[in-house]
Nanobody, 124 residues
Framework: QVQLVESGGGLVQAGGSLRLSCAAS????????MGWFRQGLGKEREFVAT????????YYADSVKGRFTTSRDNAKNTVYLQMNRLKPEDTAVYYC?????????????????WGQGTQVTVSS
């Protein structure tokens, strides 16, 4: 079983930055691709970013490309989402997810484990 715990959410003004962290435990972290997803109020959960087990491959949603960066530290079993130039439309609960495979995917159904989520609120 894998446990994922997100942290780093909060309230920030538009144009500001936040860094989310997701600490994982329970299995070999470096063999797991990780993903970030978000769900705004009244919206469906959507893909944000994904990173391969080695960290060499990343992929982003068009809406965050150039503003968000995901990275990982396998020695610390932690994945990060650096969010810059935040916009009010980035307001959502952000979730990290892990899959049993090494390679990235944007599909929610391909992820096996999910964190509890952390709230990010961007004020205008």
């Amino acid at each position: 079983q894998v446990q994922l715990v997100e942290s780093g959410g909060g309230l920030v003004q538009a144009g500001g930055s936040l860094r989310l962290s997701c600490a994982a435990s329970g299995r070999t972290f470096s063999s797991s691709a990780m993903g970030w997803f978000r769900q705004g109020l009244g919206k469906e959960r959507e893909f944000v970013a994904t990173i391969s087990g080695s960290g060499r491959t990343t992929y982003y949603a068009d809406s965050v490309k150039g503003r968000f960066t995901t990275s990982r530290d396998n020695a610390k079993n932690t994945v990060y989402l650096q969010m810059n130039r935040l916009k009010p439309e980035d307001t959502a609960v952000y979730y990290c997810a892990a899959r049993r495979e090494f390679f990235t995917t944007t599909l929610q159904s391909d992820y096996n484990y999910w964190g509890q989520g952390t709230q990010v609120t961007v004020s205008s």
